[in-house]
């Protein structure tokens, strides 16, 4: 089974690497771009998996100006999300269009420093790009930023500015790492940029590690949904168990506040009215009203005695047919 995921993402890197040929060779020849989708869509993802660290900063520090920025404009969330979309339509076509042509850039300055001839060399980081930028961070950010706002640890602009840090901390990390381990087995002398070295600097792709990313991010992003859910599971329950709750607690004091009500209001009732209906009504007011302080001092509440909402509804109902008599 390792095998057969092997020669999948092994032909996977064979087709990437001959688009690249191509475009590479029509900007040569036409000075003409393709339009690259993995760049437009996935803008960050695709930078560090090219090894393009530098550029993937940039975006990070970027997006994150363009955020504050927006926020600082406006405090309407609608006209935030307009800019948002702009700025990312930009980054969509900009990378979508140009981005083959920076990366052309990158490949002939790694060649030059003699990256080509580095023997466990790679020219992709599908771990950093796949798993750290396009897993982990997501994770960190969104799940554990979501769990921060829902507590009100944080507001969603906090965890925003905080995320751009974090970012920046990781694909630094990434790009260290990667320039500590070849830094050192950089060519002295400048070397010619040709065809044929530029395709061996494409070809230094380990679909091994291509293999174990894609693995990594197929249970990662299971398990995120498995953990999205739970928590969302758990929010409603307890989200649910605090609105019953409050609920039951306004009933509770409404009703108390209606208890103390019919003995005022009957004494001024029999003052200004004189007929029998009315008096009846005052009557059966207080018999209700009566009833409801017996069960309250039995310890009796709306929330846990059938009898006693009954008896409430009965007082609401009373008041109201009392007060629409009243007005005619």
């Known amino acids: 089974m390792q095998g057969r995921f ?11 690497t001959e688009y690249y040929r191509q475009a590479f060779d029509r900007l040569e020849k036409e000075n003409k771009t393709t339009f690259n989708f993995a760049a437009a869509f996935f803008v960050g993802v695709w930078l560090v998996f090219r090894k393009m660290y530098g550029w993937a900063l940039l975006l990070t520090l970027a997006n994150g100006g363009i955020q504050e920025i927006l926020q600082m404009l406006s405090s309407n969330p609608t006209k935030r999300v307009v800019g948002s979309c702009v700025f990312l339509l930009i980054l969509f076509i900009g990378f979508g269009f140009f981005g083959n042509s920076l990366y052309y850039k990158h490949i002939k ?10 023997a466990n060399y790679n020219s992709i980081d599908p771990i950093g790009g796949i798993v750290i930028v396009g897993i982990v961070m997501p994770i960190l950010v969104g799940i554990f930023g979501g769990i921060l706002v829902s507590a009100k640890v944080f507001s969603s602009h906090v965890i925003g500015l905080l995320s751009v840090p ?12 990667d320039h500590k381990k070849f830094h050192s087995q950089e060519s002295v002398e400048p070397v010619e940029v040709t065809d044929e070295s530029v395709n061996i600097y494409l070809e230094k792709d380990n679909p091994k590690h291509l293999t174990i990313s894609m693995g990594i991010g197929v249970i990662s992003y299971l398990l995120s949904f498995l953990l999205i859910l739970s928590m969302v599971g758990v929010l409603a329950v307890v989200g649910m168990k605090a609105t019953g709750k409050k609920i039951s607690n306004q009933l509770d004091k409404i009703g108390e506040e209606v208890s103390k009500m019919p003995n005022k209001k009957a004494k001024k009732g029999i ?3 004189d007929d029998k209906e009315t008096r009846k009504q005052l009557d059966e007011i207080d018999k209700i009203n009566k009833r409801i302080i017996e069960k309250q001092k039995l310890g009796k509440t709306s929330k846990t005695d059938e009898s006693m909402r009954k008896d409430l509804d009965a007082l609401h109902d009373a008041w109201a047919k009392l007060a629409k008599d009243v007005k005619k």
């Open 271 to 273: 003052k200004t009215l």
């Open 109 to 118: 300055s790694k060649v030059t420093k003699g990256y080509a001839e580095i």
């Open 6 to 16: 092997s020669r999948i993402f092994e032909l996977f890197n064979q087709r990437n």
């Open 166 to 177: 974090i970012q920046i901390v990781f694909i630094a990390i990434i790009w260290a790492i």
